[in-house]
Antibody
Framework: QLQLQESGPGLVRPSETLSLTCTVSGDSISSNNYYWGWIRQPPGKGLEWIGLIFYSGSSVFSGLTFYNPSLESRVAISLDTSTNQFSLRLSSATAADTAVYYC???????????????????WGQGTQVTVSS | EIVLTQSPGTLSLSPGDGATLSCRASQSVTSNYLAWYQQKPGQAPRLLIYGASSRATGSPDRFSGSGSGADFTLTISRLEPEDFAVYYCQQYVSSPYTFGQGTKLEIK
């Protein structure tokens, strides 16, 4: 059974970089044609998609990333097949970045060199990140 | 960006009742690229429906999705106590993927 688990600092200072890791267990992150993503949820609010990274061992497009335009200038997602993990970095953090951060697998239709069409399943349990001095 | 508007914001019902939750998109959601999630307090969202009407593995058959174009519905046929939660719709037609603001299903 595929499981995802977020980890990282629970407190980040304003203007610093928020960094989180998602560890995947129960299957290899190298499984073909999946996207791996991050979603966040500010306190008492709804869900916001942050971004996706595509992996396919047989595709030249492996490692392509897709970001929410509202965050694109500050966000980077990377993937490490040797550790079965993928990561999120969000620079220049502000109080508005305070949220529960979830990692999830994007499942659906992969499209070469494009974001594809993906719902999210399964999700990690989430990790609370607070941006405060 | 496709904006999803869910209604009602809060729905108060009793166990055994049927529930109808709405998700309306600001433009057509082609190929029914719409999913529904359930979220309970302190938990991650859980996939219920994808492709507007396909039940996810483990999703009880009292949950059903319908709709096309810009109007979608999640129906719960007979509410169980564990169904009281917040429900979100998500479109995955195009970037940025977006979620509705949620419908809270509470016990009357």
């Amino acid at each position: 059974q595929l499981q995802l688990q977020e980890s990282g600092p629970g407190l980040v200072r304003p203007s610093e970089t928020l960094s989180l890791t998602c560890t995947v267990s129960g299957d290899s992150i190298s499984s073909n044609n999946y996207y791996w993503g991050w979603i966040r949820q500010p306190p008492g609010k709804g869900l916001e998609w942050i971004g996706l990274i595509f992996y396919s061992g047989s595709s030249v497009f492996s490692g392509l990333t897709f970001y929410n335009p509202s965050l694109e200038s500050r966000v980077a997602i990377s993937l490490d097949t040797s550790t079965n993990q993928f990561s999120l970095r969000l620079s220049s953090a502000t109080a508005a970045d305070t949220a529960v951060y979830y990692c999830a697998r994007g499942t659906g239709q992969a499209v070469p060199a494009a974001i594809g069409h993906n719902w999210f399943d399964p999700w990690g349990q989430g990790t609370q990140v607070t941006v405060s001095s | 960006e496709i904006v999803l508007t869910q209604s009602p914001g809060t729905l108060s019902l009793s166990p055994g009742d049927g529930a109808t939750l709405s998700c309306r998109a600001s433009q057509s959601v082609t190929s029914n690229y719409l999913a529904w999630y359930q979220q309970k307090p302190g938990q991650a969202p859980r996939l219920l429906i994808y492709g507007a009407s396909s039940r996810a593995t483990g999703s009880p058959d009292r949950f059903s999705g319908s709709g096309s174009g810009a109007d979608f519905t999640l129906t719960i046929s007979r509410l169980e106590p564990e169904d009281f939660a917040v429900y979100y719709c998500q479109q995955y037609v195009s970037s940025p993927y977006t979620f509705g603001q949620g419908t809270k299903l509470e016990i009357k």
